[in-house]
């Protein structure tokens, strides 16, 4: 069951995924390497996430997110992509990307083409925007978390 882990925090470096070519489709995913992944809850379930997520201690953007499984680990392991909802103009390797995810959105889904993905994305970005500024919500875009010095392994104590 996925409810009642969010707020979830996490933290780390931003490492090379496994060039799917989500770059080349305008939707860039930054990955966590594999122990932010093996932090999660183990029951949290695959699918489409949204919440909010800074590079670096700087601004907070929107973002949505997707728990897979990695092909890296032969699908042994889970895999965390996040898109942030900002344009960086430039590659983020290295950085230090922190997130709070806030909610589901969907499960994962395979489909016939391309256009009808990144549609399905499209609806996923316009989801997590509404569902950012709700009420309940839109308050953790000024969470402590974000700021310089505060970190989290992995979580849902830090506010
Ligand atoms: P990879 O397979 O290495 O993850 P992607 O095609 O998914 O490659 O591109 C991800 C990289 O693009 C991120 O690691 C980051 O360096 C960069 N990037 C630039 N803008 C964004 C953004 N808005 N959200 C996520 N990653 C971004
Ligand atoms: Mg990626």
Same mark, same amino acid.
């Given at each position: 069951?996925?409810?009642?882990?969010?707020?979830?925090?996490?933290?780390?470096?931003?490492?090379?995924?496994?060039?799917? %070519?989500?770059?080349?489709?305008?939707?860039?995913?930054? *990955?966590?390497?594999? #122990?932010?992944?093996?932090?999660?809850?183990? *029951?949290?379930?695959?699918?489409?996430?949204?919440?909010?997520?800074?590079?670096?201690?700087?601004?907070?953007?929107?973002?949505?997110?997707?728990?897979?499984?990695?092909?890296?680990?032969?699908?042994?392991?889970?895999?965390?992509?996040?898109?942030?909802?900002?344009?960086? *103009?430039?590659?983020?390797?290295?950085?230090?990307?922190?997130?709070?995810?806030?909610?589901?959105?969907?499960?994962?889904?395979?489909?016939?083409?391309?256009?009808?993905?990144?549609?399905?994305?499209?609806?996923?970005?316009?989801?997590?925007?509404?569902?950012?500024?709700?009420?309940? *919500?839109?308050?953790?875009?000024?969470? #402590?978390?974000?700021?310089? %010095?505060?970190?989290?392994?992995? %979580?849902?104590?830090?506010?």
């Amino acid at each position: 069951m996925t409810k009642g882990i969010f707020p979830y925090f996490a933290a780390g470096e931003i490492v090379k995924g496994f060039g799917r %070519g989500s770059k080349d489709l305008g939707i860039p995913t930054a *990955n966590f390497p594999l #122990n932010v992944v093996q932090n999660l809850p183990p *029951n949290i379930e695959t699918g489409i996430y949204y919440g909010f997520a800074n590079v670096d201690n700087g601004p907070v953007h929107e973002m949505v997110m997707s728990i897979g499984w990695n092909p890296f680990f032969h699908n042994k392991e889970k895999s965390m992509e996040t898109h942030i909802l900002h344009d960086y *103009n430039q590659d983020l390797y290295g950085c230090i990307l922190k997130v709070c995810i806030l909610g589901y959105i969907r499960p994962e889904k395979n489909f016939d083409s391309l256009d009808l993905l990144i549609n399905a994305i499209k609806d996923d970005i316009q989801q997590a925007k509404k569902l950012c500024n709700l009420p309940s *919500n839109k308050g953790y875009i000024t969470s #402590n978390f974000f700021k310089k %010095g505060n970190s989290s392994d992995g %979580g849902n104590s830090v506010i």
